[in-house]
């Protein structure tokens, strides 16, 4: 993604073309994240690693923070500080440096306004943000068609209250949301795009696998069983808020399109693991609404005196669970917590440069932007972690079945003349681990170099020649356990 902000400032076939594969160049998609891109590249430009993890921090950390502020408005710190600690395993389920963050932020802002609107303590006059906002987040992740949605669940808010004036003001104000959508580099497809990219995901990622299929392919997860029990204590507090309601006849207090929202990202992140972080995100406001309705009325002096507890005492332990963005699970007293990259993640790539290794390289999936980062332009890519930017046959016909059929491996080795073979060995997929094995087995190819991450495999050529004799590693070494 920084090569594509470095580029995307002069390049403008990076919009449209699969700019950094030698396999399929020319294969047309939407580089829907391509803002993003030019974001990440200009703070890494300046502040490196670290400062970019910072910004992903205070991202994060900004739409917890309004949503957590209107939650405290409706629940006292008592209340609402458990409440948080009960929603923090989800929120912080997906922590890593991705475009999808600043959607959080945005889908924030949206709510933020649009209740505080709706409770008529803040001038409409602020809702006119929503279309500039919308502009803006259309050309920086795909998830901008949730502020639609947000809008939309508001409407139906105002609809169900009968509000016709409110009604029609925020029908005015989705109207230009849909508008600003459309002001992007590829016009009205862009609108479109979100509901169509997954026709073209010839693979399939965890992270948008639903709960169910991932239990049944014994891929275990300890966010699965928090998942549940929010589900249904959720569900629990929505029948009794309800209840109440009904029973008081006071139904202007149930937050529906709150609600609404809440509903649709937890079907999502049932369908999805990846929506497990916006489902607790949407869900704090929502629960301490029916928590503070169901506990009675909540003073405006015991609102002021509980901010200072709870918010220090939450946006701490936000910080901390948060921080360590370095693409893991990692523990404070882990020596891989921290800013920026884990450690020796770049040894391979000084590995290849300092010998001079050339390709054509064959690369796998998960390891695809690691080269682009390191080897771009000198050298493109097999394929990359962007499944969206190849065809389904690609990694249906090709992709796949070399590494799980030698004679299809053969065929496209004969096509590419690969020379390198630069590996993210933790994949974990079938057909990556059987291939490695049959490459280690391989007379063909010799193992050269092996980390945590990566194993480099050079083929048995004249001009590998030097390398293997003096990095080949002994076939002892690896093992099916």
């Known amino acids: ?126 809702l006119y943000l929503l279309p500039i906002i919308t502009l803006l987040w259309a050309n920086i992740h795909i998830y901008f068609v949730f502020g639609l949605f947000v809008i939309g669940a508001f409407i139906l808010e105002k609809i169900i209250h009968k509000d016709w004036q409110n009604t029609k003001f925020l029908f005015a104000i989705l109207g230009s949301s849909v508008v600003a959508s459309c002001v992007t580099p590829f016009g009205p497809k862009a609108l479109f795009y979100p509901f169509a990219i997954f026709q073209n995901y010839g693979y399939k990622l965890v992270e948008n696998q639903s709960i169910s299929f991932l239990e049944n392919i014994n891929f275990f997860s300890p966010t699965f069983i928090w998942w549940k029990i929010i589900a249904v204590l959720a569900i629990l507090l929505t029948i009794l808020a309800l209840w109440k309601s009904v029973k008081s006849r006071a139904f202007d207090t149930f937050p529906i399109a709150p609600g609404i929202i809440a509903l649709t990202f937890g079907i999502l992140s049932y369908t999805g693991i990846r929506n497990f972080t916006i489902f607790g995100l949407v869900l704090l406001p929502y629960l301490a609404y029916l928590l503070g309705s169901l506990l009675g009325s909540y003073s405006e002096k015991a609102f002021r005196s509980d901010m200072v507890t709870a918010g220090s005492v939450v946006i701490s332990l936000v910080l901390l669970t948060i921080i360590p963005i370095r693409f893991s699970q990692n523990m404070p007293w882990s020596p891989s917590w921290g800013l920026g990259l884990l450690p020796n993640v770049n040894t391979s790539a000084e590995f290849v440069e300092t010998n001079n290794i050339k390709g054509p390289i064959f690369s796998n999936y998960d390891i695809g932007g690691y080269l682009i980062y390191h080897k771009f332009p000198k050298e493109k890519v097999f394929v990359d972690n962007r499944p969206e930017a190849y065809s389904v046959s690609f990694f249906k016909e090709t992709y796949v079945p070399m590494q799980e059929k030698n004679e299809v491996w053969s065929r496209e080795l004969e096509k590419y003349d690969f020379n390198t073979i630069w590996f993210y060995r933790l994949d974990y997929t079938p057909w990556s681990q059987e291939f490695l094995i049959a490459r280690v087995q391989d007379p063909e190819w010799a193992p050269v170099y092996v980390d945590n991450y990566v194993i480099i495999f050079l083929k048995r050529n004249e001009k590998n020649s030097f390398l293997i004799n003096k990095f080949e590693l002994p076939r002892s070494l690896f093992s099916r356990g």
């Open 1 to 126: 993604m920084l090569n594509a902000g470095s580029l995307g400032l002069s390049r403008s076939d990076l919009l449209h073309t699969n700019f950094y594969s030698y396999t399929e160049p020319d294969f047309p998609f939407i580089n829907h994240h391509w803002g993003a891109g030019i974001i990440f590249y200009l703070i890494f430009s300046v502040f490196g690693w670290a400062g970019l993890s910072l910004f992903h921090t205070l991202i994060f950390v900004s739409a917890f923070a309004l949503l957590f502020l209107l939650a405290s408005k409706k629940l006292s710190a008592i209340y609402l500080v458990p409440l948080t600690l009960l929603l923090l395993p989800l929120i912080a389920d997906r922590t890593e440096i991705r475009p999808e963050t600043i959607s959080y932020l945005f889908i924030a802002v949206f709510i933020y306004l649009l209740i505080r609107f709706g409770e008529k303590s803040l001038d409409k006059k602020y």
